[in-house]
């Protein structure tokens, strides 16, 4: 077992780790030695030392005109963890009551250039509910994220995401709408010309995450009731644009 790292995990630095499981070592001794077991110069072996003595993982005890150090019961390190958790698990109701207040807040991230409008597109493939879509197809997939896109769809193919768009009508849509029972995916077409897209707009769990491809930047909004206005608001449109789509097909090029 790695030892110093799992005095690490539970709260002690690196020298405090090596300091300590070198006095477990000598059972007690000088600082001087500890700090050449230790490889660590005197000066930071007083100081890591007198750290101890205030977490209580040494004592010191006077022998003549010297302080000798010894270890504490390792014992001691479970049993202040356990007093951690238990006082972290009583404080649990009082955490949970402070969060659901903030919860209510509309909590805002703002994403700016490539990178960042990756990291809002990710962000969607961690939902548990279905992803609600707007967006103009082509702008989406010919700018910014061109060549992201496809890895995009192979991950949420793989993570099983289903999604429904409503999209702008043209080719690139067209052949989206055509993928759809490979790619999880129902789209209803809408004609571009009479109602353009700016932006993309991603409904899932409780947010709803806005991108503008063309301004290279985007916002995540995470509040339930935001999020399920949004998704009443898709539902209303995708309903009466699935029954305006056929006439819409009919009228334009197929290719």
């Known amino acids: 077992m790695d030892l110093p790292r799992t005095l690490q995990n539970v709260g002690l630095s690196e020298k405090e780790s090596k300091i300590y ?18 490889g660590v110069k005197r000066p930071t072996a007083y100081l ?17 005109r010297y302080f000798y150090f010894q270890p504490v019961n390792p014992h001691s390190l479970v049993e202040d963890q356990y ?7 009583k404080s649990l109701p009082e955490l949970l009551s402070l969060h659901q207040q903030f919860s209510a807040q509309p909590q805002v991230s703002f994403f700016q250039g490539r990178e960042g409008i990756i990291r809002i597109m990710e962000d969607t493939l961690t ?11 082509g702008l989406a997939t010919r700018t910014l994220l061109k060549d992201y896109y496809p890895s995009y769809i192979a991950k949420k193919v793989a993570r099983k995401v289903q999604l429904r768009g409503i999209f702008s009508y043209d080719k690139a849509a067209l052949d989206v709408k055509r ?4 790619e999880l995916r129902e789209v209803v077409l809408i004609p571009k010309e009479e109602f353009p897209f700016k932006n993309e707009i991603n ?22 009731n935001i999020a399920d206005t949004q998704r009443s608001i898709f ?13 819409l097909l009919k009228s334009m090029p197929q290719k």
């Not at 890591?48 to 003549?64: A, R």
């Not at 539902?235 to 006439?247: G, R, T, V």
Request: proline fraction near 2%; glycine fraction near 6%; charge should be negative.
């Open 21 to 38: 499981l070198e006095l477990l070592t000598l059972k007690e001794a000088l600082p001087g030695v500890i700090a050449k077991r230790a």
């Open 48 to 64: 890591v030392l007198d750290q101890l003595l205030k977490k209580g993982l040494v004592s010191q005890v006077k022998k003549g």
């Open 83 to 89: 007093k951690r958790f238990n006082d972290l698990e």
């Open 127 to 137: 939902t548990s509910t279905e992803l609600l879509c707007w967006a103009d197809v």
């Open 179 to 182: 993928r759809g029972e490979e």
């Open 203 to 224: 409904i899932y769990d409780d947010k709803v995450a806005i991108v503008s491809h063309a301004d290279q930047m985007g916002v995540i909004i995470q509040n339930q």
């Open 235 to 247: 539902n209303f449109a995708f309903k009466y644009a699935k029954l305006a789509e056929p006439e």
